[in-house]
C-alpha cells in the first residue's frame, strides 16, 4: 500500500465516530466603516512605521526618497497605475534617480545593492494596520518588497478595508500573497519586539486621499 | 517503532524538573519573558469584541475538518497538483527525511536554507540531512541561537527563550564567525549580527525548507505567519521549495483563514497582526514546490475520542507562557519539542506511554485550566490530561493500593470496620509513610485520623439529636 493510501485508510478508520460540528460564524464579517484612514495610520505607526497622508503623492513620495538618499529605486511594473497622475509627479521628481525596472528581472543581488523600493498594494486593513501585497501592477514579485533595506508603499484611501474578513474576501488566492504589519521584526530575545531583521528595516507608508 | 519528536531524554518529568528549578538565571529568564507576554496577549485579546465568537469558530472549523479529513487532503493535493505543484506523503519521520533528502539531492545542492518550523524539528529533519551530507541552516533568529549553542528549542515559538540577552551574545561571539569583536547585549545589535551572518546565505540559497501554518484544501494555497522576514527570504528566493506540514494544518476553505488569521496573531506574539505572513498556491514565480504531508502518529490521536482535541492546536504558545509549571520547569524538561500544556497532551499520544519519561507527562500539571481559557481553539487540555493520567500505566504498589480500596469502599460494612479500626490504630500512624508510600507524604502530611468516624458519630448521636 503506498503511504497515501495508508495514511487516507488510518484517517477514515480513526475519524469515523467523531463529531462533525456546524460551523458558527457570529463573529464580525465587517468592521465599522468610520475613520478608516485615521485608524489605518494610526496603527501603522504603531508598529514604528512612517506614514503620511496626503493628497499630493509625487511631492511626499519625492520628498520621502530625497531624506532617503540613495538614487538606485527599484520600481516595479505598472507602477504608473498607482497612484494615477500624482505617480507620474512622482516619477518625474525621481527623474534624476535610477528607476531599476525589473525587466529583465533583477538577481537577488542586484535587490541586495538597491537603495529602496516603492511599490503599490492590493488590500490595506485599518483594524491591524496590515498592507497586503499580490504582485499585481505597481507591486511585482514577492522578492522586490523583501531584499532592498527601504520600502516605501503607496495606499489609495479606497484600499483601506476594515476588518481581517473584508480583506480575505477581496483577495485573490490564485496570487502569491505577502501580508505586511510594519517593518521586519522579531520577539526572539526575552519576548521585546525588535524591529529591523532580515526584511527591510524601514517601512514608509503613504496614504492617497483621493 | 515508537514515533520520534526529536530530543533525547529518557528521564521522566520531575526528575528534569526538579535539576531545571534549581537553574536561577533559567527561571529568571522565563519568569520575565512570559510575564511580559501574557500581559499583552491579554491587551491584544481584549481589543476583539467578538473573541469568544472567533474561538468557536476555530474550534468547530477544525473538528469538521478533522472528522473529514482524509476528504479535504485529497482536495488540498488536487488544488496543489493543478497548479504546479507536487504532493508527497509520508507515514513517519524517516520516510519524511528521505522524500526531503531525496529531492534536494535531485537539485544537485548540498545546502538548504530552513524557515522555523515544529514539524522539521518534529522529524529532526536537520540530522538526518546532515547524515546525506546537506547541510541545513536555520535562519530565524531563535533558532539560531539554538543551533549556533548547540541546544535544544525550550518553547514553540520563542525556541531560545531560556537563554538571556547576555547569554545569546556570548553564544554569538563564540559560534559565529563574523559577529563583530566589540559585539554588545542589546537585542538590537543582537538582530543586526545576525541580518549580516545570513544575508549572504539567502542570497546564494537554492533550496528553502518549511513548515506551514495552515494550508487552505479549497485553493490549495500555503500559509507562512513570521516576524524577521527570514521566512520570506527561504520561501521566495530559492529555486527549489520544499515544505513538510503535518496533515491537520489543513483548513477547508480561504475563508476559514478570516478566522485564524485574527486568532493567531493575537494569541502567539501578542501583536494585532505579525509583520510579514506570506500566502501562495501550487509553484508561483517559477519556483519548484513540494509538499510534503506528514502523518508520524497524527491519526493514532485522531483515533482518540478525548486526546483528538489535540489536533486543533495552531501552536500559539498561549497555553506555555501561562502555565505556572512550564513558567518554573522550562521547556526541556518536557523532553520532546512539544513543551507545555500541549506537549504534555501531544508527546504522550504522538509517541505512546511506553517510557517513564512519556508516562510522567500527564503529570505536568497543576489543573489549574489556566491553558484551556487561553487556548484560541479551545483545547480542553486539563480533561485531556485526566483521560491520560487514567491511561497511563500505574506502578504495582499504586494499582494495589486502589484494588484495596476499591474493595473496602465497594461494602458499607467493611469501609465501616476498615475505620473503626483506623481509629484504634490512630496513635501509630507516623506524619511520614515509610517505603513506596514516602513518594505521596514527601510533599504532603498524613491527614489526621479522627477517633471516632462520622457513620459512627451519627449512629451513637442520631446526628447530635441525642
Ligand atoms: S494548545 Fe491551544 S494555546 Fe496551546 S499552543 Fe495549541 S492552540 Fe495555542
Known amino acids: 500500500m503506498s503511504a497515501r493510501e495508508a495514511i487516507l485508510a488510518r484517517i477514515r478508520a480513526a475519524a469515523a465516530g467523531a463529531p462533525d460540528p456546524e460551523i458558527p460564524r457570529a463573529y464580525r464579517t465587517e468592521g465599522s466603516a468610520d475613520d478608516l484612514v485615521e485608524r489605518f495610520t494610526e496603527r501603522v505607526r504603531d508598529y514604528k512605521a512612517t506614514v503620511h497622508v496626503t493628497a499630493d503623492a509625487g511631492t511626499v513620495i519625492a520628498e520621502a526618497l530625497a531624506r532617503r538618499g540613495g538614487r538606485r529605486f527599484v520600481v516595479p511594473g505598472g507602477w504608473t497605475a498607482v497612484p494615477d497622475a500624482a505617480g507620474m509627479a512622482a516619477m518625474s521628481a525621481m527623474a534624476d534617480m535610477e528607476a531599476l525596472t525589473d525587466d529583465p528581472p533583477l538577481s537577488a543581488r542586484d535587490l541586495d545593492a538597491a537603495d529602496g523600493v516603492i511599490t503599490g498594494c492590493a488590500v490595506a486593513i485599518a483594524e491591524t494596520g496590515t498592507i497586503v501585497l499580490d504582485a499585481g501592477p505597481g507591486q511585482g514579485r514577492r522578492a522586490l518588497t523583501l531584499v532592498p533595506d527601504y520600502h516605501l508603499c503607496v495606499v489609495r484611501a479606497g484600499q483601506i478595508v476594515s476588518s481581517v474578513p473584508e480583506a480575505i474576501a477581496r483577495l485573490d488566492p490564485a496570487r502569491p500573497l505577502t501580508w505586511i504589519s510594519g517593518s521586519s521584526a522579531t520577539s526572539d530575545i526575552e519576548f521585546d519586539r525588535v524591529e529591523g531583521v532580515h526584511g527591510p528595516r524601514t517601512l514608509e507608508v503613504v496614504v492617497i486621499l483621493q | ?466
Open chain 2, 1 to 466: 517503532m515508537s514515533t520520534f519528536l526529536g530530543m533525547p531524554t529518557d528521564r521522566p518529568f520531575p526528575a528534569n524538573a526538579a535539576k531545571a528549578v534549581r537553574n536561577a538565571q533559567l527561571r529568571v529568564n522565563l519568569r520575565k519573558a512570559t510575564g511580559t507576554i501574557r500581559a499583552r496577549r491579554a491587551t491584544a485579546v481584549a481589543e476583539l469584541p467578538d473573541w469568544q465568537d472567533l474561538r468557536s469558530a476555530g474550534k468547530a472549523i477544525k473538528d469538521h475538518t478533522l472528522r473529514h479529513l482524509d476528504d479535504y487532503l485529497i482536495q488540498l493535493e488536487e488544488a496543489v497538483t493543478a497548479r504546479g505543484g507536487h504532493v508527497h506523503w509520508a507515514r513517519d519521520a524517516a520516510e519524511a527525511n528521505r522524500i526531503v533528502a531525496g529531492l534536494v539531492k535531485a537539485t544537485g545542492e548540498t545546502e538548504v536554507v530552513k524557515v522555523k518550523s515544529m514539524v522539521t524539528q518534529e522529524i529532526s529533519l536537520n540530522e538526518a540531512l546532515e547524515r546525506e551530507g546537506i547541510a541545513a541552516y536555520e535562519t530565524d533568529l531563535a533558532e539560531l541561537i539554538v543551533q549556533l549553542g548547540d541546544d535544544w528549542p525550550s518553547h514553540i515559538l520563542v525556541p531560545a527563550i531560556h537563554r538571556n540577552r547576555a547569554e545569546i551574545r556570548e553564544i554569538f561571539l563564540r559560534a559565529m564567525p563574523d559577529a563583530p569583536a566589540d559585539l554588545g547585549d542589546q537585542p538590537r545589535e543582537l538582530a543586526e549580527a545576525a541580518r549580516r551572518h545570513l544575508r549572504e546565505r539567502f542570497l546564494r540559497a537554492k533550496v528553502g525548507v518549511s513548515g506551514a501554518n495552515f494550508m487552505v484544501a479549497e485553493t490549495g494555497t500555503l500559509v507562512v505567519l513570521e516576524s524577521e522576514g527570514n521566512g520570506r527570504m527561504c520561501l521566495t528566493l530559492p529555486e527549489t521549495l520544499i515544505s513538510v506540514v503535518g496533515i491537520e494544518k489543513v483548513v477547508p476553505t480561504w475563508r476559514d483563514l478570516e478566522v485564524f488569521m485574527q486568532l493567531l496573531p493575537r494569541s502567539s506574539t501578542a501583536e494585532r497582526m505579525n509583520p510579514y505572513t506570506s500566502m501562495w498556491s501550487g509553484a508561483v514565480e517559477g519556483q519548484d514546490f513540494h509538499l510534503v504531508l506528514l502523518d508520524n502518529g497524527r491519526t493514532s490521536v485522531l483515533a482518540d475520542q478525548v486526546g483528538r482535541q489535540a489536533l486543533r492546536c495552531i501552536r500559539c504558545s498561549a497555553c506555555l507562557n501561562v502555565c505556572p509549571v512550564y513558567e518554573r520547569a522550562g521547556g526541556h524538561a518536557y523532553g520532546s519539542v512539544y513543551p507545555g500544556p500541549i506537549g504534555a497532551i501531544l508527546t504522550p499520544q504522538l509517541r505512546g506511554m511506553d517510557t517513564p519519561l512519556d508516562r510522567s507527562l500527564p503529570y505536568a500539571s497543576t489543573l489549574c485550566g489556566a491553558c484551556y481559557e487561553v487556548c484560541p481553539v479551545a483545547i480542553d487540555i486539563p480533561s485531556v490530561l485526566v483521560d491520560l493520567r487514567a491511561k497511563a500505566r500505574h506502578s504495582r504498589m499504586e494499582r494495589l493500593g486502589m484494588a484495596a480500596a476499591g474493595w473496602i469502599f465497594n461494602r458499607p460494612s467493611r469501609l465501616a470496620r476498615a475505620q473503626r479500626t483506623a481509629s484504634r490504630l490512630r496513635r501509630f500512624v507516623p506524619r511520614r509513610l515509610p517505603g513506596p508510600g514516602a513518594a505521596w507524604t514527601d510533599t504532603r502530611d498524613v491527614p489526621p485520623i479522627p477517633p471516632e468516624s462520622f457513620r459512627d458519630w451519627w449512629t451513637r448521636t442520631h446526628g447530635g439529636a441525642r
